[in-house]
């Protein structure tokens, strides 16, 4: 039988309205998962920031009965996604059911972030999985000698440089770099296989750092029904108790090139933000442990 959707908007932390025991809350992470990661008043869409401050909220709210997470993310920051792992694990605890619903990519750490939740759902072209751990060093050293850029060193011991830029990684390095991505990667295993009920050497085997389709990750198990977002509320609803209609409560912000891509003003340009063009280029070399 279908169910009618009933929709709000609010924005969190009001408390305006009337408290229902219908409420299913609808919070997005529609970002590369990173701690600095902030909603673009331009580009619109919701930060890591931002998706923390709303879990914590609902977290907090006792009139919410369910909490449907969209992850439309390729993942990001490991340390990041743990963070927000953490928190959806707390927001359960807090006695309420937690559904993910998948949008056109919820990989690696999007992923890690899904398997925190009772149930996953995801539209049979999704993209997903991509469960591993890389992080990439520039060698900028024939760079710098054709510009006549020259570095001098000063450190407090062996290691105090690790990764420049300015100088091929030693083998040495390469060893403990490796030991680091070797540990990350366990924990995520390690999450996956609790949040998923499977053993942990069937998760090693799935997880070699390839993408699945949604379709694909279902029969494998990483995800457990095939749909979109409406159907992840009314799953959330089921699993909360909720009789008759829901009611859903969205944490939502609305950039200016979210509401041109809604008028077809930018429909050519999918994926496409100002900071993808303007900002991204412009910032410092670094090197973080990326789901």
Request: net charge positive.
């Amino acid at each position: 039988m279908a169910i009618a959707l009933l929709v709000v908007f609010i924005k969190p932390g009001r408390g305006a309205l009337t408290a229902s025991n219908r409420r299913v809350a609808v919070i997005n992470l529609t970002c590369t998962i990173a701690f600095n990661q902030e909603m673009s008043l331009l580009s619109g869409g919701t930060g890591t920031g931002q998706t923390m401050r709303d879990l914590e909220q609902a977290e907090k709210d006792p009139s919410l009965r369910a909490v449907v997470i969209r992850i439309d993310s390729p993942g990001g920051s490991a340390a990041a996604s743990q963070e927000l792992y953490a928190q959806v694990l707390r927001l359960k605890k807090s006695g309420k059911k937690v559904v993910a619903s998948f949008g056109d990519i919820a990989a690696s750490g999007g992923y890690y972030v899904g398997v925190a939740c009772d149930r996953i759902v995801a539209n049979p072209a999704t993209t997903t999985g991509s469960i591993g751990v890389i992080a990439q060093v520039p060698n900028l050293q024939e760079l710098y000698r054709k510009i006549g850029v020259t570095q001098q060193t000063f450190k407090s011991g062996a290691h105090k440089d690790m990764l420049s830029p300015a100088r091929p990684v030693t083998p040495e390095e390469a060893q403990i770099m490796q030991g680091i991505i070797d540990d990350t990667y366990d924990q995520f295993v390690r999450a996956v296989a609790s949040g998923r009920h499977l053993p942990i050497e069937r998760v090693r085997s799935l997880a070699d750092g390839r993408i699945y389709t949604g379709a694909q990750a279902k029969r494998l198990g990483l995800v457990d029904e095939l749909g979109g977002l409406s159907d992840a509320v009314r799953l959330a609803a089921k699993l909360a108790g909720i009789k008759g209609e829901p009611e859903v409560v969205e944490y939502s912000r609305t950039g200016l090139f979210d509401f041109l891509r809604e008028l077809g003003v930018l429909g050519g340009l999918q994926g496409w933000s100002p900071e993808a063009l303007f900002v991204r280029p412009l910032l410092p070399v670094y090197t973080t442990i990326q789901y």
